[in-house]
């Protein structure tokens, strides 16, 4: 269906928008996730909180999860190439008001993941300057030029962003596998098995360290939010999804291996607990000397700018699907006519960070403790639950869900999806994600290290029902008061069949 002719934004050509192939979109992914940090943050965060050392087996544990909804996914993404992602395959599978539900949930989850992120560079970087110059620099002055910095590389051309990334991926895996080297090599214990064993895995409070594993893995999924700028969108999104999730997956399993061996099994717990953040640091420099210390340092402040960049051209492509299809103001939906890049969804979104740091930073609390913890927390929450709905969005579309009879679904192109690919995946999936998303609600208090009656327990998880039932609502509203706009919902996505190529389907939907 083709999206009403007043709602059509500016759609830049072919040529100019699709220039990212699998490499570049793997940046992207991977740059989310942020693996420096979640070396020097994540592993050490769980360690410390839970005391579980069986942290590998987890880490590969949930990237099987992953895999799982990743044949779904990919599947979808050979059929619905937009930006949209999570809002356009919840459109078409599920409707178009739990569409727009899952666009108001996408919003708030990836805002507050690429804010929260902020806090944390800007406080990292703070520290980072005063203790090497003397000078004190407020955490939100830093925050405020890194933004500008964001949000000048997400309003030009997307390779731009890539080439960046790729420097700072590069530079990412060869600080943290020096560090894991040099652990294998001094462990004072020797190398152990038992980190990779399932008595370790479960040898602790279970529920909460999953959560804290699974939130290492943000980010991995926003591959479909690219797919209008691939060149060849059936094909790159899939593979650089799968690429992706086992990269990721396999490489927190072995720095987690090594760091706990590097710090020995009955030790890592409590050396987390200690250190924090520094235990890579403290363990980096024993093991390959104090130069490890610094540098590790500095580059653990670009794996925040990849981070903060990965997600700023996330959200800025949610906010130019919903323009395009007239859920939000239609301006947000047009592409620069020179870079073919979301700049209006970038300079959206750059406002939206100055003005929640800037309150933050006026009411005077910590951004490491309140900015970072409390909205990556609140995002992670509204991620798993995307991903859940995906998964039931995925079954329903090719059993004929809404975008079936539309001319998707199963009676378009199914047929050369496998059984395992279109039901039994993102069935398990989906199984494995509700488990994951309830114990993220049971356990979220201890995430933000807050008291069981701290009302911040229940709070921030009202924030995802909130935005679920706005969109909700809204979805509603627009089915009643402009049926146009309600009939174009998640079409602006080019839904393909299986004789129809990812170029011609954009232009079919753009017409």
């Known amino acids: 269906m083709a999206v009403p002719s007043q709602q059509a934004a500016e759609v830049p050509p072919a040529a100019q928008r699709r220039r990212i192939g699998v490499p570049g979109l793997v940046f992207f992914v991977v740059a989310a996730s942020a693996p420096l940090t979640v070396a020097a943050g994540g592993i050490p965060q769980s360690l410390g909180v839970t005391g579980v050392i069986g942290l590998p087996l987890l880490y590969l544990l949930i990237t099987a999860v992953l895999a799982l909804f990743s044949a779904g996914y990919a599947a979808m993404s050979r059929r619905i190439t937009g930006a949209g992602a999570f809002y356009a395959y919840a459109a078409q599978g599920l409707g178009r008001v739990p569409g727009v539900g899952t666009a108001f949930v996408a919003l708030l989850s990836y805002n ?59 530079v990412e895996f060869a600080t943290v596998l020096v560090f894991d080297i040099g652990q294998f090599a001094h462990a004072p214990h020797g190398v152990s098995a038992e980190p990779l064993t399932w008595s370790a895995a479960v040898h602790g409070p279970l529920g909460l360290t999953l959560c804290f594993v699974f939130a290492a893995f943000m980010g991995f999924e926003s591959a479909a939010l690219y797919s209008e700028e691939c060149r060849d969108p059936r094909r790159t999104v899939a593979r650089a999804t799968y690429l992706a999730v086992a990269l990721i ?15 020995g099994t009955g030790e890592a717990g409590a050396m987390a607990g200690k250190y924090g953040a520094d235990m890579m640091f403290v363990l980096g420099e024993h093991a390959t000397g104090p130069a490890f210390s610094d540098i590790a340092q500095f580059f653990f402040l670009t794996s925040l700018l990849a981070a903060l960049l990965s997600f700023h051209n996330a959200v800025a492509r949610y906010i130019r699907s919903l323009g395009r299809e007239a859920v939000l103001p239609v301006f947000l939906g047009a592409a620069h006519p020179r870079h073919g890049s979301p700049h209006r969804g970038s300079l959206v979104q750059t406002a939206l960070t100055f003005a929640v740091v800037g309150a933050f930073a006026l009411a005077g609390r910590d951004p490491v403790a309140d900015l970072f913890t409390w909205l990556t927390n609140l995002g992670a929450l509204g991620v798993i639950l995307l991903l859940l709905v995906t998964s039931a969005a995925v079954v329903r579309f090719f059993a004929g869900g809404p975008g079936a009879r539309g001319g998707a679904g199963a009676g378009a192109g199914a047929g050369d999806e496998s059984v395992w690919n279109r039901l039994l995946a993102p069935l398990a999936a989906g199984i494995a994600l ?31 029902l909130v935005a679920a039932v706005l969109g909700l609502a809204w979805g509603v509203w627009l089915r009643a008061a402009r049926p146009a706009t309600y009939r174009g919902i998640g079409t602006a996505a080019a839904v393909e069949d299986d004789t129809v190529e990812g170029t011609e389907g954009d232009a079919r939907a753009a017409a």
């Open 434 to 464: 509700a488990v994951i998303f309830s114990l993220g609600l049971t356990n979220f208090g201890a995430q933000l290290g807050v008291a069981p009656g701290n009302p911040l327990r229940w709070i921030f998880p009202g924030l995802v």
């Open 112 to 170: 507050a993941m690429q804010i929260g992120i902020a806090g944390l560079f800007g406080a990292v970087a703070s520290d980072f300057v005063e203790a090497r110059t003397g000078a004190e620099i407020p955490w939100w002055v830093l925050v405020f030029g890194c933004a500008a910095l964001v949000g000048f590389l997400g309003y030009r051309r997307v390779d731009l962003s890539a080439r960046v990334l790729a420097v700072l991926l590069a």
């Open 249 to 263: 997956g396999g490489f927190y399993a072995f720095t987690a291996w090594a760091m706990i061996v590097g710090a």
